[in-house]
């Protein structure tokens, strides 16, 4: 028997481009409005928070974006990742699918995140930028963006969802490994903390809110802190767009090509970028690989969301922009994917899911961790658990295959290890893991919960 497990890539095919699906989308981009006016933002506000190279990135029209070579010398640290076809879980599940993960574990913040932390320290520090302030919820962000502030000397606040910050001690003592300074927030530093913290002083925390506190930072220091974001703006998921143009050679050396595209989703960044590369062979090539996306139950933004203009974080201080969105009130359950508890959806994924170029699901925690379980016994990798809901939905395709008796390629992406959330592991297995769906009581209540937009005077 000679089968083929690791497809592997040299150094040389690093992509020497990122790419950026709004060059190819037929769906425009909506405006992005000022928090207080509800004009469309100017660049001054943009400025503020972000160095000038990601502001015109984000608002850039080019299909490709070319790679400093100083960021690709980075990327040489852990890239190519490995796409590996997973054998043994095909036989665990007698399929007659072929499963395909490209794996962005093996990166030194166990995730994909560094992918756009590297990128977004590299701008700032390029433009003279010394220090900077983020959120993080699960700490996979803060992790990655500490890895990459520490590689260029920027100092860096984090402020991590206070559920996460009890529930993963160790994402905090790595993040200070590297340097960084880690707040469980709502903290008492900023205002919107302190304000939140007088509502409920047991407040366990949200995205929104930490998003709130890292972006006041930025605003009130006259320049001298930038805010960085490790998903949902378009800048993200252009740096991410690596995984998905490694994923296409590599399907390439397999001689195999998926008809179904999976990641998970928190703010949308590792589905793009294992996803947009194929999405553009979609438009252009006249492939048709379904792209589907998959969130907890516990945050269905996509399934159950409105599709409406709404902010970015729950204290009003960021852009209001049009994406699927739960209410940036919404404090989400403290379910064990913590990077998939986000109010909102980035614009770019959720304005391609409503033009129906994207599909959706929304899978339960335990059904998730299940299928992690079942995967890590498998394939040997125990995955972090937001990339569960993504293997969880993969093996649903496998198995649905198995019952046509078709043979389907399935790819997924493999975002993360799971090495730092054993304690939710622990939970699953001695029965203490709870599915906390979202109430239809809830959905009933999102539309009071967003900002009215009088569209006709954005337009005048
Ligand atoms: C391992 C992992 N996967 C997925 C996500 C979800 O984020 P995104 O949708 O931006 O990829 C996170 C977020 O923290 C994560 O840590």
């Given at each position: 028997?000679?089968?083929?497990?690791?497809?592997?890539?040299?150094?040389?095919?690093?992509?020497?481009?990122?790419?950026?699906?709004?060059?190819?989308?037929?769906?425009?981009?909506?405006?992005?409005?000022?928090?207080?006016?509800?004009?469309?933002?100017?660049?001054?506000?943009?400025?503020?928070l972000f160095p000038m190279p990601l502001i015109e990135q984000e608002i850039s029209q080019e299909r490709y974006i070319d790679i400093p070579e100083e960021i690709r010398e980075v990327y040489?640290?852990?890239?190519?990742?490995?796409?590996?076809?997973?054998?043994?879980?095909?036989?665990?599940?007698?399929?007659?699918?072929?499963?395909?993960?490209?794996?962005?574990?093996?990166?030194?913040?166990?995730?994909?995140?560094?992918?756009?932390?590297?990128?977004?320290?590299?701008?700032?520090?390029?433009?003279?930028?010394?220090?900077?302030?983020?959120?993080t919820g699960a700490g996979q962000w803060g992790s990655a963006l500490s890895i990459a502030c520490s590689f260029y000397n920027l100092a860096l606040d984090v402020y991590m969802v206070k559920?996460?910050?009890?529930?993963?001690?160790?994402?905090?003592?790595?993040?200070?490994?590297?340097?960084?300074?880690?707040?469980?927030?709502?903290?008492?530093?900023?205002?919107?903390?302190?304000?939140?913290?007088?509502?409920?002083?047991?407040?366990?925390?949200?995205?929104?809110?930490?998003?709130?506190?890292?972006?006041?930072?930025?605003?009130?220091?006259?320049?001298?802190?930038?805010?960085?974001?490790?998903?949902?703006?378009?800048?993200?998921?252009?740096?991410?767009?690596?995984i998905g143009e490694e994923a296409l050679k590599q399907m390439a050396m397999a001689d195999e090509y998926p008809d179904v595209v999976i990641g998970c989703v928190g703010g949308g960044s590792?589905?793009?970028?294992?996803?947009?590369?194929?999405?553009?062979?979609?438009?252009?090539?006249?492939?048709?690989?379904?792209?589907?996306?998959?969130?907890?139950?516990?945050?269905?933004?996509?399934?159950?969301?409105?599709?409406?203009?709404?902010?970015?974080?729950?204290?009003?201080?960021?852009?209001?922009?049009?994406?699927?969105?739960?209410?940036?009130?919404?404090?989400?359950?403290?379910?064990?994917?913590?990077?998939?508890?986000?109010?909102?959806?980035?614009?770019?994924?959720?304005?391609?899911?409503?033009?129906?170029?994207?599909?959706?699901?929304?899978?339960?925690?335990?059904?998730?961790?299940?299928?992690?379980?079942?995967?890590?016994?498998?394939?040997?990798?125990?995955?972090?658990?937001?990339?569960?809901?993504?293997?969880?939905?993969?093996?649903?395709?496998?198995?649905?295959?198995?019952?046509?008796?078709?043979?389907?390629?399935?790819?997924?992406?493999?975002?993360?290890?799971?090495?730092?959330?054993?304690?939710?592991?622990?939970?699953?297995?001695?029965?203490?893991?709870?599915?906390?769906?979202?109430?239809?009581?809830?959905?009933?209540?999102?539309?009071?919960?967003?900002?009215?937009?009088?569209?006709?005077?954005?337009?005048?």
């Amino acid at each position: 028997m000679n089968r083929q497990t690791s497809f592997t890539l040299s150094e040389n095919d690093i992509p020497k481009q990122w790419y950026n699906i709004n060059g190819d989308s037929p769906v425009p981009p909506a405006p992005v409005l000022h928090p207080v006016t509800k004009q469309p933002v100017t660049p001054d506000f943009l400025t503020a928070l972000f160095p000038m190279p990601l502001i015109e990135q984000e608002i850039s029209q080019e299909r490709y974006i070319d790679i400093p070579e100083e960021i690709r010398e980075v990327y040489k640290l852990y890239r190519p990742t490995p796409l590996i076809r997973a054998h043994r879980l095909e036989k665990a599940l007698g399929t007659p699918a072929h499963i395909y993960y490209k794996y962005e574990g093996t990166s030194p913040a166990g995730s994909h995140k560094i992918n756009t932390a590297i990128a977004q320290a590299y701008y700032n520090k390029k433009t003279g930028v010394k220090s900077l302030t983020t959120e993080t919820g699960a700490g996979q962000w803060g992790s990655a963006l500490s890895i990459a502030c520490s590689f260029y000397n920027l100092a860096l606040d984090v402020y991590m969802v206070k559920c996460s910050y009890q529930q993963k001690p160790y994402r905090r003592i790595m993040m200070e490994t590297y340097g960084a300074n880690c707040y469980a927030s709502p903290t008492d530093r900023t205002d919107c903390g302190r304000s939140f913290l007088a509502d409920d002083p047991d407040c366990p925390g949200s995205l929104g809110i930490a998003i709130s506190e890292a972006v006041e930072v930025a605003l009130k220091s006259n320049g001298q802190i930038k805010y960085s974001l490790g998903s949902v703006l378009h800048h993200v998921l252009i740096h991410q767009s690596v995984i998905g143009e490694e994923a296409l050679k590599q399907m390439a050396m397999a001689d195999e090509y998926p008809d179904v595209v999976i990641g998970c989703v928190g703010g949308g960044s590792n589905f793009a970028g294992i996803a947009m590369p194929f999405l553009r062979e979609n438009l252009r090539n006249g492939m048709k690989t379904r792209l589907v996306a998959v969130e907890p139950t516990a945050a269905p933004t996509l399934t159950r969301g409105l599709y409406t203009f709404d902010y970015g974080d729950t204290g009003h201080m960021t852009p209001v922009v049009k994406m699927h969105t739960l209410g940036h009130t919404f404090i989400p359950a403290p379910i064990h994917a913590g990077g998939l508890r986000y109010h909102g959806m980035a614009p770019t994924i959720s304005s391609l899911y409503d033009a129906g170029y994207l599909d959706a699901v929304a899978l339960p925690q335990l059904r998730a961790f299940q299928a992690g379980r079942l995967f890590a016994q498998s394939e040997g990798i125990l995955p972090a658990p937001e990339s569960n809901h993504a293997i969880c939905a993969a093996i649903d395709e496998a198995l649905e295959a198995k019952e046509k008796d078709e043979k389907r390629v399935i790819l997924f992406n493999l975002s993360g290890h799971g090495h730092f959330d054993l304690a939710a592991y622990e939970a699953f297995m001695n029965n203490k893991m709870i599915d906390a769906p979202m109430s239809e009581e809830y959905i009933g209540t999102i539309s009071s919960r967003v900002p009215e937009i009088d569209m006709q005077a954005v337009m005048a």
